[in-house]
């Protein structure tokens, strides 16, 4: 009976196996003891599994690395629909940019951005800059078009916006939480739509 007894306390003192690709990485790759952090799932997996970071399947057009090359967001109008970008920012590529106009037969608008990046990589930032400033996004809830995903960020930007005016949104690496360099690269989804206030 004691030697059943010694089993069970020896058995319970053990730690528990955490599968490999069962948690998302945490910030700057972070992840359970003898697992690293995969650059395509962005999960947590074994070192032999790992794959390096890579964009996946973006919907940008390149160049788009200033605001005189912003890639044209077309055909927005006063109440628009959803517009989705898959965007990246890999080594050598620090910030995109995009480009839009607000009809000038619009009464009061307001832009709402939208933009989600995992945490494992650096942080990313946005920004919406036209006639009124430059407005830059905030870690806010963002409402039921962009959900939080426990391994992301949401940043948001809501602003009103003048008709006939243009508009440009940037999106760029912060420099934060890039790994001390190591991790200085990000994917991302940002979404634009146009409505009332």
Not at 37 to 51: E, I, L, P, R
Not at 98 to 106: K, L, Q, S
Not at 143 to 169: E, I, M, Q, R, W
Not at 182 to 190: H, K, M, P, V
């Amino acid at each position: 009976m004691r030697a059943a007894l010694l089993t069970l306390v020896v058995l319970g003192a053990c730690a528990p196996d955490i599968v490999p690709g069962a948690y998302l990485c945490g910030p700057e790759r972070l992840c359970p003891e003898d697992q690293v952090c995969d650059g395509v799932t962005d999960t947590c997996v074994s070192a032999t599994d790992a794959m390096p970071f890579a964009c996946g399947k973006t919907t940008e057009v390149e160049p788009n690395n200033s605001a005189a090359a912003a890639e044209v967001v077309p055909n927005l109008q006063c109440v628009s629909l959803l517009t989705e970008i898959k965007g990246c920012t890999p080594d050598g590529d620090t910030e995109d940019w995009y480009g839009f106009d607000v009809p000038a037969t619009c009464g009061a608008t307001v832009a709402d951005l939208h933009l989600q990046f995992p945490i494992a990589f650096e942080e990313l930032a946005v920004e919406l800059a036209g006639g009124q400033g430059t407005f830059t996004g905030t870690p806010v809830d963002c409402g039921p078009n962009l959900p939080l995903d426990s391994g992301s960020t949401d940043l948001c930007v809501k602003h009103a916006v003048t008709a006939g005016g243009h508009y440009t949104v940037r999106v760029a690496r912060s420099g934060q939480g890039n790994c001390g360099g190591a991790c200085g690269f990000n994917r991302y989804t940002l979404t634009l739509q146009l409505g009332t206030p």
